[in-house]
């Protein structure tokens, strides 16, 4: 084991502080990273507050996670020193299962999180919120060169996350896509989805991003907190990628489906959603969920990243800022994700 330095919450409701954890020593199929750049996604923020559930704390978040390859176990062979590397959400599976085998380790029964699990050692898993990180190199991305590293880190989470279900539903040329909320994932669905070829639309709580939204690729841009967007949209979209943390009125966005549309829930608020399953019935539409992605896809993202010149925007704060860009994610005021500077953990 050796010992780098953290940030951790220690409890619901404590801010996030400097800490140490304890790494495992490189294994033979391990890659020892030095992270450079980790994202702060909203799911952090749910989890380090136990919104989701009692944690066991200390918590260091983190799974946005950048950086290069400093060492390598003596049986690894798709990583070598000096490599850009990065890691997302998951950080082993049981590799055996439908899930493992279908390239869905997301949905794998034994999977491992990057924080808040526990590894087959009995540790628990602490995030990239620190300066290294070892993992076994099946769960390694690499990162292509022409991606910043830091504007690469989002895409390990926010990235898949809104590419996965805009491929499976088929996100494409005559598409009729909107992306509801615009922040960390919201920003990345309308990049990708505006790459695919969609026809975009933002359904933010203001105007007040609708600059950056149409700059960023969306073609239309519509305030929710107006009450005619509604009435004016009613029925016109096959799919709807909700990015939302909060509750949100199902019914409203489910009626601006058209006939056997579907509405995809990504984002993972703590409290219950309800609909009425009329809104469904009339038209045939679906409602859907789907958790970040596999292994394979998630490097098919990157790839396709790289290919479109497609990365996050973000703002990169040293360690000491973490508490404040929490606030500021809770309070929408994110353009569009916070990367952390690990070098100032140092
Ligand atoms: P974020 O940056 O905070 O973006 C969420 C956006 O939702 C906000 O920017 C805001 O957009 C909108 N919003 C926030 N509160 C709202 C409210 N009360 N009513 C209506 N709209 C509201 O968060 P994120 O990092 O993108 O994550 C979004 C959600 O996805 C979180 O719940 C997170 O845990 C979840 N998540 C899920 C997965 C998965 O695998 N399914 C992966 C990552 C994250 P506007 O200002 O434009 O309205
Ligand atoms: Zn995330
Ligand atoms: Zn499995």
Sequence with gaps: MFTVNAYAATSATAPLA???????????????????????????????RSEWGPQAYPVVPGHEIAGIVTRVGSEVTRFSVGDRAGVGCLVDSCRECDHCRGGQEQYCAKGVLTFGSVDGDGQPTQGGYSTHIVVTEDFVLSIPEGIDLAAAAPLLCAGITTFSPLRRWNAGPGARVAVVGFGGLGHMAVKFAHAMGAEVTVLSQSLRKQDDGLRLGADRYYATGDPTTFAELAGSFDLIINTVSAKLDLDAYLGLLAAEGTMVNVGAPAEPLSLNVFSLLTQGRSYAGSLIGGLVETQEMLDFSAEHGINAEIEIIPASAINEAYERVLASDVRYRFVIDTATLA
């Design 18 to 48: 400097p800490t140490t954890v304890e790494r495992r020593e490189v294994g033979p199929h391990d890659v020892l990273i030095e992270i450079a750049y980790a994202g702060i996604c909203h799911s952090d923020i749910h989890h380090a």
